[in-house]
Nanobody, 119 residues
Framework: QVQLVESGGGLVQAGGSLRLSCAAS????????MGWFRQAPGKEREFVAR????????YYADSVEGRFSISVDNAKNTVYLQMNSLKPEDTAVYYC????????????WGQGTQVTVSS
């Protein structure tokens, strides 16, 4: 069982910054990747960013490329999402997810943290 706990969400003005954290725990925690996803009201959940656990290779959605940065502290089992130049359209619930070592899909999810960007 893997537990993922997000923190760092909140209300920020357009152009501002936030850093989300996701702390992972659990006896079976051994990911090959960690990711961030988001879901805005009335919309489907969408991919934001992903980082490969061992190599540190990162991938981003086009909508956040150049503004968001995903990183990981392997020693702390924590993944971060630094969000800069925030826009009102970034408003959503942000979810952290992990992909198990032999999985091809993200199979463990956090409870989500709200990010609201005011114009």
């Amino acid at each position: 069982q893997v537990q993922l706990v997000e923190s760092g969400g909140g209300l920020v003005q357009a152009g501002g910054s936030l850093r989300l954290s996701c702390a992972a725990s659990g006896r079976t925690f051994s990911p090959n990747a960690m990711g961030w996803f988001r879901q805005a009201p009335g919309k489907e959940r969408e991919f934001v960013a992903r980082i490969n656990w061992s190599s540190g290779t990162t991938y981003y959605a086009d909508s956040v490329e150049g503004r968001f940065s995903i990183s990981v502290d392997n020693a702390k089992n924590t993944v971060y999402l630094q969000m800069n130049s925030l826009k009102p359209e970034d408003t959503a619930v942000y979810y952290c997810a992990s992909r198990g070592m032999f999985n091809t899909v993200f199979n463990d999810w956090g409870q989500g943290t709200q990010v609201t960007v005011s114009s």
